[in-house]
């Protein structure tokens, strides 16, 4: 459940909420430090997929055998992108919002009702933000091409989904409130995890977009997947076991920073500038759903 990790992990988020209401960081300051932060942690929680499945099956494939299933997933979702673009979105969405929500989620996942519970706190956090930061989203969404999104259609939507979203995650907690022992292990994680969305919701609400992805996504979901792998492999809870992780993370983070930074310098030097974020988006998404087949196979014991 990593409880003190999370709880540092939401000092932090308050600390750096008061930093940013004192300093009011500019756009390219937020920017910077949500590129600097992707490039530490968020990048590499994602590059340890080969070390998890040498760890989980050590005598079933071989390394080139895993690498040619895991490009080939790769290589088929990229065609869906390109094909389908609205599909591979749903696509993205849902996978995203389970792998979320297997995150962040502190109770009991032994039952299957316990995995559509989890998906539907995700699917409704990742509304959440999609609504709140609908103008920037959609900016990234309508030059994906054959879209047939109508911006001014989908912004009226969004605006109408917003508050929904919230009480969407305040309702599936009171529901759970009601249902703790089918949840969790013990009424005080229940709390615990609901303390954790208010903070979270709370942070997501009165921060910028920028500075709300940098911790959630480069802080607060990296840093817990690698303290999950971290608990899986009995990596040492030391500076020197974490610099360990990243070091395995080294080689296939390389390979994706080039990757990133190529595709941002082919954008910015062309005539439409506009697609960076939608190709370093789409990049992102097609390493997502590898990545989940192989780190949802990592359990934690309560």
């Keep these: 459940m990593q409880i003190k990790l999370r709880a540092y992990l939401l000092v932090f988020a308050l600390l750096l909420f008061i930093i940013d209401t004192v300093f009011q960081f500019s756009i390219s300051t937020q920017i910077s430090f949500l590129i600097f932060i992707l490039i530490l942690f968020g990048v590499p929680h994602g590059a340890l997929d080969l070390y998890i499945d ?124 009601f249902l703790k022992k089918i949840f969790f292990d013990q009424n005080r994680i229940y709390f615990y995890s609901l303390l954790q969305a208010t903070v979270l919701v709370s942070f997501v609400l009165f921060m910028p977009l920028w500075l709300s992805f940098a911790f959630y996504f480069g802080f607060w979901h990296s840093l817990l997947s690698f303290d999950k792998i971290r608990i899986n492999f009995k990596v040492p809870n030391t500076l020197k076991g974490w610099a360990s992780l990243l070091i395995k993370a080294a080689p296939f983070s390389v390979m994706a920073w080039f990757g990133f930074a190529y595709i941002t310098f082919l954008t910015l030097n062309s005539k439409d500038s506009s697609g960076v974020f939608t190709l370093l988006f789409i990049s992102l998404s097609v390493l997502a759903l590898p990545h989940l087949q192989v780190f949802t196979k990592l359990k934690l014991k309560p």
């Design 54 to 177: 040498q760890h989980l099956h050590p005598s079933e494939q071989g390394q080139k055998i895993f690498l040619v299933k895991y490009l080939a997933n790769i290589l088929a979702y990229a065609l869906v992108w390109y094909l389908l673009p609205i599909t591979a979105l749903i696509i993205f969405i849902l996978i995203t919002a389970f792998h979320f929500g297997e995150i962040d989620w502190m109770g009991k996942t032994d039952l299957p009702i316990h995995k559509i519970v989890y998906t539907v706190l995700g699917f409704s956090w990742i509304l959440f933000m999609l609504t709140k930061n609908i103008n920037f989203a959609l900016d990234v969404f309508l030059t994906m091409g054959r879209s047939g999104i109508k911006k001014d259609e989908i912004i009226a939507l969004a605006h109408t989904l917003y508050p929904y979203t919230v009480s969407a995650i305040l309702f599936l907690y009171m529901v759970l409130f």
